[in-house]
């Protein structure tokens, strides 16, 4: 497992710096900030795992980036940032969330269709990590069988952020009294492993989603948890920056201040999170990564700021089963 990037130094080239605007997994610059008086070391990726055996991981060795200045870095806790981020999260321009709103668009319907057909008549799924509910609203206003009770938590550490779901999802629940909706706010990762869903008496789940959360939380601490919400047969979608990007960002904004504001973050390849999943007792479905092109930035999937990034890989997705 890759260390925690505490000391990284962002690259801003994601988004204007204006203030209350997201950094690395979004948009920053650090052309706009001037040059950096730390060095960075950064973990260069492997070759894709999906072009070779998805278990083998090729050491990475070290390089050094060019000093590069940034604006003033603000290190709290990470349910902090994102009680802070949560005002401006919708809106402050984020690249990484758009690609993976535009993986979602094909991936998340197809995986909700399959559990409609084999869940049976009472279905349950969780948005682990729900945030300020980006697609527990996607799971709620899904075209579900009519014969089919919906229930959907949604879990969260951040008040602020539950806050905004709860106004932001309230009208979509009282449009189909089939689906029900909880959310609760609660570390289902602490760093004593002593989580598991009947502290809060979440039943088993035939489905949980998870996206870009993993970044946050140690490898073994994020997929025992995962493993424990599924029920026998469930599935899960776990997304994440890809190492790639991740080298070089993470997930963070620039408050009114014109402070980078960010908790702490790991740098994982596909490799180290597939692993880790397996060592947990999950099976690999499926795996992809999503490169950023060209064609992303001319048709608006995400701002023009995201040129930089072409030809990085900056996303990835897993499909896991519990056997």
């Not at 060019?66 to 401006?88: C, E, F, L, N, R």
């Not at 729900?130 to 075209?143: D, E, K, M, Y």
């Not at 879990?155 to 189909?176: H, P, Q």
Request: hydrophobic content about 35%; proline content about 7%; glycine content about 6%.
């Amino acid at each position: 497992m890759t260390q925690p990037s505490v000391n990284t130094t962002f690259d801003t080239s994601i988004v204007d710096l204006n203030p209350n605007v997201s950094f690395s997994t979004t948009e920053s610059d650090p052309s706009d900030a001037g040059m950096s008086t730390a060095t960075q070391k950064v973990q260069p990726s492997a070759p894709s795992p999906l072009a070779q055996d998805i278990n083998q991981t090729t050491p990475q060795s070290s390089q050094l980036v060019p000093p590069k200045t940034s604006t003033p870095v603000q290190h709290i806790g990470t349910q902090d940032a994102y009680d802070q981020w949560a005002s401006v999260y919708d809106s402050d321009g984020n690249m990484l969330q758009s690609i993976d709103d535009d993986e979602l668009n094909t991936l998340l319907p197809s995986l909700l269709n399959q559990i409609a057909t084999t869940s049976g008549p009472s279905i349950s799924v969780l948005d682990l990590g729900c945030g300020t509910g980006r697609n527990t609203a996607r799971l709620l206003s899904h075209s579900w069988p009519a014969d089919t009770i919906v229930a959907v938590t949604g879990l969260d550490f951040s008040a602020g952020m539950l806050a905004l779901a709860r106004t932001k999802l309230s009208a979509l629940t009282e449009s189909n009294k089939a689906v029900s909706l909880r959310l609760e706010q609660c570390d289902p990762f602490p760093t004593s492993n002593d989580f598991t869903p009947s502290t809060i008496a979440l039943p088993p789940q035939n489905l949980v989603t998870s996206t870009l959360v993993l970044e946050h939380i140690p490898l073994p601490t994020y997929f025992s948890t995962l493993t424990s919400l599924l029920a026998p047969g469930g599935v899960a979608l776990v997304t994440n920056m890809h190492s790639e990007m991740g080298s070089r960002s993470q997930a963070g904004f620039v408050n009114a201040q014109g402070v980078k504001v960010r908790g702490e973050s790991f740098v994982y390849s596909l490799a180290e999170a597939v692993q880790a999943a397996q060592d947990a007792g999950l099976q690999l479905v499926e795996a992809k990564e999503r490169s950023m092109e060209e064609e992303d930035v001319r048709s608006g999937v995400v701002g023009k700021r995201g040129r930089k990034w072409i030809g990085c890989k900056v996303w990835f997705g897993i499909v896991l089963r519990k056997a």
